[in-house]
C-alpha cells in the first residue's frame, strides 16, 4: 500500500475528505506533523478519528524560535496521547535563525526533543535547512531512530546518515529538483520512505497523499526496479519505523 509519512494534514481545508480520497487511492498510512502545540493537538484529533492516519508532535525549529521552553512540557504530555508514534517535526532551520543565539535556540528545542524521543522510545522527523552538516551530526550522537525528510544533501551528509542508520523520506521535491537523483540513488530501498509535504504546493496545486506513487515511480526509475516493489518496501520501512 502506499503510505505519506510526512504531512500537515490538519493544514487543508477539509482532511475528512482527503482521508477519504486517500483510502480510496491506495494510501493506507499518513502520518500528520505537528509544528508546535496547537497543530500537535489538532494531528492528534485526526489520528484518533482516522484509522489510517498517526500523528506526530513536536515543535518546529521556526516555532522554536517564538515559544516558550515551557511548551517542551507540554510536547512531552502529548506523546502519552493514543495514535502518537513520533516526534516531529523537529530540528535546525538556518533560513529563520541567523544569529548564534537563535542558532543555540533552535539547538536546545532540537536536543531536548531528541532526549524525549530516546525516553519515550519513539522516532523522529526531521527538517534541515541550510543545517545539514549539524543535523545530521546531532542526530548520529542522540542514537535516535530519525527519518531526514526533504533532505537534498550535500552527497557527503547523506552517505554519512545512511552509514549510521538514519531514513529518508522522498516526497513530489524529487520530481523537480534535479539534485534528488544523486540522493534517491545513494540511499538503499531499505532506508526510504514516502512523503508529501502537504499541504505544500508543486506544479501548481496542493499536494495529496496519493502523489506519493509517483515518486515511488520516480525511485523506481533511478534504482531500476518496478514500482510495485518501492511501494512494497516503502510500505514494509513505515510501519517498521513507527511500529504500526
Ligand atoms: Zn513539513
Not at 521556526?62 to 507540554?74: G, I, Q, T, V
Not at 531536548?112 to 530516546?118: M, N, R, S, T
Not at 501548481?204 to 510495485?228: L, M, N, Y
Amino acid at each position: 500500500m502506499l503510505s505519506d509519512v510526512h504531512n500537515h494534514l490538519y493544514a487543508v481545508a477539509d482532511p475528512d475528505e482527503v482521508v477519504r480520497e486517500s483510502r480510496e487511492r491506495g494510501v493506507g498510512l499518513i502520518v500528520t506533523n505537528a509544528e508546535e502545540i496547537d497543530t500537535a493537538r489538532k494531528c492528534i484529533a485526526l489520528a484518533q478519528k482516522h484509522d489510517i492516519v498517526y500523528a506526530a508532535v513536536g515543535i518546529h525549529p521556526e516555532y522554536a524560535l517564538k515559544l516558550p521552553e515551557s511548551s517542551l512540557a507540554e510536547v512531552e504530555r502529548l506523546l502519552n496521547e493514543e495514535k502518537v508514534v513520533a516526534i516531529g517535526e523537529i530540528g535546525l532551520d538556518y533560513k529563520f535563525a541567523r544569529s548564534r543565539e537563535e542558532k543555540d535556540r533552535q539547538m536546545l528545542f532540537f536536543s531536548k526533543q531528541l532526549a524525549l524521543a530516546k525516553e519515550y522510545d519513539l522516532p523522529v522527523i526531521v527538517h534541515s535547512r541550510r543545517a545539514h552538516r549539524p543535523v545530521v551530526e546531532t542526530l548520529i550522537d542522540s542514537g535516535v531512530t530519525a527519518d531526514l525528510h526533504w533532505f537534498s544533501g550535500p552527497i557527503d551528509d547523506v552517505i554519512n546518515a545512511v552509514d549510521h542508520g538514519i531514513y529518508f523520506s522522498f516526497g513530489p521535491a524529487v520530481l523537480h529538483y534535479d539534485a534528488y537523483r544523486a540522493v534517491v540513488d545513494v540511499v538503499p530501498l531499505d532506508l526510504m520512505m514516502l512523503e508529501t509535504d502537504m499541504p505544500v504546493r508543486f506544479g501548481g496545486g496542493e499536494a495529496r497523499p496519493w502523489w506519493v506513487r509517483q515518486v515511488a515511480e520516480f525511485i523506481a526509475d533511478v534504482k531500476k526496479t518496478s514500482v510495485d516493489n518501492v511501494i512494497e518496501h516503502t510500505w514494509k520501512n513505515a510501519r517498521r519505523f513507527f511500529r504500526v
